[in-house]
T-cell receptor, first 108, second 114 residues
Framework: GIQVEQSPPDLILQEGANSTLRCNFSDSVNNLQWFHQNPWGQLINLFYIPSGTKQNGRLSATTVATERYSLLYISSSQTTDSGVYFC??????????FGGGTRVLVKP | DAGVIQSPRHEVTEMGQEVTLRCKPISGHNSLFWYRQTMMRGLELLIY????????DSGMPEDRFSAKMPNASFSTLKIQPSEPRDSAVYFC????????????FGPGTRLTVT
């Protein structure tokens, strides 16, 4: 099956800093989503982005499908950005395969 | 608009007991998914339904697990008998196929089997 790798596995940021999270995948995809799992365990949809670039407030994402990677940018990080960020892809149909996540801690 | 609803939010049970987890998808969505999250294996798909029909159950760990979707607004995941290794957070998600499969997750059920 498709492989999804996220980097870095852990990230510690000072409040106000910017960061980039990366997601590599091993095959062509027709669905790519970024999620934020908050400290209460909820999975929050951030982006549906099988290709192209999207922005939502301080977050933006870019997927280069031909090169099989996606990037999530966090600008001016806040403590509420802490949690685990997951990338998930579907190569065919709608079976999502999740990466291992990037655990982000934003310090005040 | 209500999101995906799951119940119970927490379940503690003893080994050998039957456990039933419930899910109500977003109204109008026609695909439903059950995922499990553990520290060891991360988030993994167990089974999914399209239009109430099970499409792929290859992720169901063994015969102790079963899932049903009797109608478009309700699904259950049953574990019988439960074992301590089933302890995990179980998520339900739904999507609308015509919107290119963007999936929305419920709050999850945290299951502890002692």
């Amino acid at each position: 099956g498709i492989q999804v790798e996220q980097s870095p596995p852990d990230l510690i940021l000072q409040e106000g800093a910017n960061s980039t999270l990366r997601c590599n995948f091993s095959d062509s995809v027709n669905n790519l989503q970024w999620f934020h799992q908050n400290p209460w365990g909820q999975l929050i949809n951030l982006f549906y982005i099988p290709s192209g670039t999207k922005q939502n407030g301080r977050l933006s994402a870019t997927t280069v499908a031909t090169e099989r990677y996606s990037l999530l940018y966090i600008s001016s990080s806040q403590t509420t950005d802490s949690g685990v960020y997951f990338c998930a892809v579907a190569a065919a149909g709608n079976k999502l395969t999740f990466g291992g996540g990037t655990r982000v801690l934003v310090k005040p | 608009d209500a999101g995906v609803i799951q119940s119970p939010r927490h379940e503690v049970t003893e080994m050998g007991q039957e456990v039933t987890l419930r899910c109500k998808p977003i109204s109008g969505h026609n695909s439903l998914f059950w995922y499990r999250q553990t520290m060891m294996r991360g988030l993994e798909l167990l089974i999914y339904f399209n239009n109430n029909v099970p499409i792929d159950d290859s992720g169901m760990p063994e015969d102790r697990f079963s899932a049903k979707m009797p109608n478009a607004s309700f699904s259950t995941l049953k574990i019988q008998p439960s074992e301590p290794r089933d302890s995990a957070v179980y998520f339900c998600a739904s999507s609308l196929v015509t919107r290119k499969d963007e999936q929305y997750f419920g709050p999850g059920t945290r299951l502890t089997v002692t």
